[in-house]
């Protein structure tokens, strides 16, 4: 997964805590997103970007904020970190090349697991 | 909106022989991109094979071919002579406008175990 960075990998946070999963490409893609995957289930969309200053939400939008100043960056904040936000999140970025969009253009991170207590 | 079903929660296969993994989907898009992805038990999200809704070959990458039917709405992964490195949970995933900006809809997975 050459190219996206997340950061931390793991990270233990008490219930009203709040935090920030940082992730950077250095791709210069358009577009990123934000995904949280729960045990045995599929990832979900949580919010996502098609540039900088432009964002919109997912399916599983409420309780995480995200913003993206550079192109670079795309960080997701917990404003208030609940129990049922204990998941894996995973950042990807992307572009659509000229002409056919390609599918093995969508990169992913290596994943940050947050346990909630 | 998309919705991907994969319907086989765990799956064996004997070494060297080959797996079908089965999706469908439901898309009310006319343009649109099918994927799948492997997880390792390491969790990383690895790509395997894109589809696109235009294309009219099914798309292969080396082992890996996927079984179009876009009358059928199904997307199936085929994976040939499987090997032991090959267990590992895999997963559909579709997106409206072939990348549609990297907002992809995942299905459940199906577990797949190789014997050796």
């Known amino acids: 997964n050459a190219g996206v960075t997340q950061t931390p990998k793991f990270q233990v946070l008490k219930t009203g805590q709040s935090m920030t999963l940082q992730c950077a490409q250095d791709?210069?893609?358009?577009?990123m997103s934000w995904y949280r995957q729960d045990p045995g289930m599929g990832l979900r969309l949580i919010h996502y970007s098609v540039g900088a200053g432009i964002t919109d939400q997912g399916e599983v939008p409420n309780g995480y904020n995200v913003s993206r100043s550079t192109t670079e960056d795309f960080p997701l904040r917990l404003l208030s970190a609940a129990p049922s936000q204990t998941s894996v999140y995973f950042c990807?970025?992307?572009?659509?090349?000229?002409?056919?969009?390609?599918?093995?253009?969508?990169?992913f991170g290596e994943g940050s697991w947050l346990t909630v207590v | 909106a998309q919705k991907i079903t994969q319907t086989q929660p765990g799956m064996f296969v004997q070494e060297k022989e080959a797996v079908t993994l089965d999706c469908t989907y439901d898309?009310?898009?006319?343009?649109?991109?099918l994927f799948w992805y492997k997880q390792p038990s390491s969790g990383e999200m690895i790509f395997l094979i894109y589809q696109g809704s235009y294309d009219e070959q099914n798309a292969t990458e080396g082992r890996y071919s996927l079984n179009f039917q876009k009358a059928r709405k199904s997307a199936n992964l085929v994976i040939s002579a499987s090997q032991l490195g090959d267990s590992a949970m895999y997963f559909c995933a579709t997106a409206a406008g072939g990348t549609s900006y990297g907002k992809l809809t995942f299905g459940q997975g199906t577990i797949l175990t190789v014997h050796p």
């Open positions: 990807a970025s992307s572009y659509v090349p000229p002409g056919q969009g390609k599918g093995n253009t969508i990169y």
């Open positions: 898309t009310s898009d006319q343009s649109y991109g």
């Open positions: 791709m210069n893609h358009e577009y």
